[in-house]
């Protein structure tokens, strides 16, 4: 097999929610493997780093403002992109949020904010930019879910309730429009340190018990995502559509370490 079903040069990638976590890592996993970027943030401002490692790289980028609760937002950050390279290849459908609280405690404004930005929102946006894709015949979207996209834990509810539907999304989406030379597939990564979990992490006995939980005996680092992001980004995945594939150390095996 030849390593060019990898190569994403002159391929122009959408990644939404890239100024932090694992939307900064998946796109500088893209351009690496030689992608030109389009990158969003609810604030210009916070999408600078992001977009001079990018440049850093001699890839092009376009850092634009997207608020997925906002549906003209949407709609026009797709447009500028498109007007902006003349085409779309890639959508990397990132941009997600969090509220964590006993289930009695979430409020109707927790569960709105959560499942309208997870769930809604990522399907306007898959939405939008597969209107551009249709006409070429051509395009690879990734949504990004999590490991509760299979298994549910307390004090989430909204957050699982709205990665179990991200799931079912790209299984009715990847009916949709493979027609279309359309595949959409899930990345759902296990137990990453980010912005949004870093108060988990500060709590050494919770991390203790989680890497007991994990086959491979570490939460996730940054590159371990690259090669999955470019493995259904590329062409490589071209008969692959409507999986979920989890990255995860294993800890969705259900692992209990036995103590002998």
Not at 22 to 42: E, N
Not at 92 to 101: E, P, S, T, W
Not at 232 to 259: F, H, N, P
């Amino acid at each position: 097999m030849s390593l060019n079903l990898f190569d994403l040069t002159g391929k122009t990638a959408i990644v939404t929610g890239a100024s932090r976590g694992l939307g900064h890592y998946l796109a500088r996993a893209l351009a690496k493997a030689g992608a030109d970027l389009v990158i969003t943030s609810r604030t210009a401002g916070s999408l600078q780093e992001c977009a001079r490692e990018v440049e850093a790289m001699g890839r092009q980028v376009l850092p634009l403002v997207l608020d997925v609760r906002d549906r003209q937002s949407i709609d026009d950050m797709v447009e500028a992109a498109f007007d902006h390279y003349g085409k779309l290849d890639i959508l990397v459908n990132n941009a997600g949020c969090n509220v964590r609280k006993p289930a009695v405690d979430v409020e109707w404004e927790d569960w709105n904010l959560v499942v309208d930005t997870n769930l809604r929102g990522g399907f306007f946006v898959a939405r939008a930019v597969a209107k551009k894709m249709i006409p070429a015949g051509y395009g690879r979207i990734i949504n990004i879910g999590s490991l509760t996209c299979v298994a549910g834990f307390a004090g989430i509810t909204p957050y699982c309730a709205s990665r179990g539907g991200v799931k079912q999304m790209t299984m009715s989406l990847a009916d949709d429009w493979g027609r279309y030379g359309i595949t959409v597939n899930c990345l759902a990564p296990g137990w990453f340190k980010t912005a949004q979990t870093k108060a988990l992490y500060d709590n050494q006995k919770w991390v203790d018990y989680l890497i007991d939980r994990i086959p491979l005996g570490r939460v996730g680092q940054p590159n371990d995502l690259d090669g999955t992001v470019i493995f259904l980004a590329s062409d490589a995945s071209a008969y692959m559509t409507g999986q979920t594939l989890l990255v995860d150390g294993g800890i969705s095996t259900g692992s209990m370490k036995a103590t002998v």
